[in-house]
């Protein structure tokens, strides 16, 4: 599944330095992915539960925690962005 570019779009990821699942998130190749489609992705990293991302979109946000595969990143993103376009329309 491949990210779709949307407009004022932005990814925060809150990593922490020796989490397993952030580096394989960081081994990826899933950041050069989604910035090549347009999307800011900025790195926090402050302790909280890793990795957990928030996905705004035209001024709303919506989080999700975990990575497992580039394949169900980008799903669960799609179902992330879906929402926040149908709640930007209401």
């Not at 800011?40 to 595969?69: H, L, Q, R």
Request: hydrophobic letters at 35%.
């Amino acid at each position: 599944v491949e990210p779709e570019p949307v407009k004022n779009a932005v990814i925060e990821y809150f990593t922490m330095e020796r989490c397993g699942p952030c580096i394989k998130f960081k081994s990826s190749g899933v950041i050069k992915e989604l910035e090549k489609q347009g999307w800011k992705v900025v790195k926090v990293s402050d302790g909280k539960v890793a990795p957990t991302f928030t996905v705004w979109v035209n001024g709303k946000s919506s989080s999700f925690v975990g990575f497992s595969s580039k394949s169900s990143f980008f799903r669960t993103l799609k179902q992330k962005i879906s929402e926040l376009e149908n709640a930007n329309r209401n």
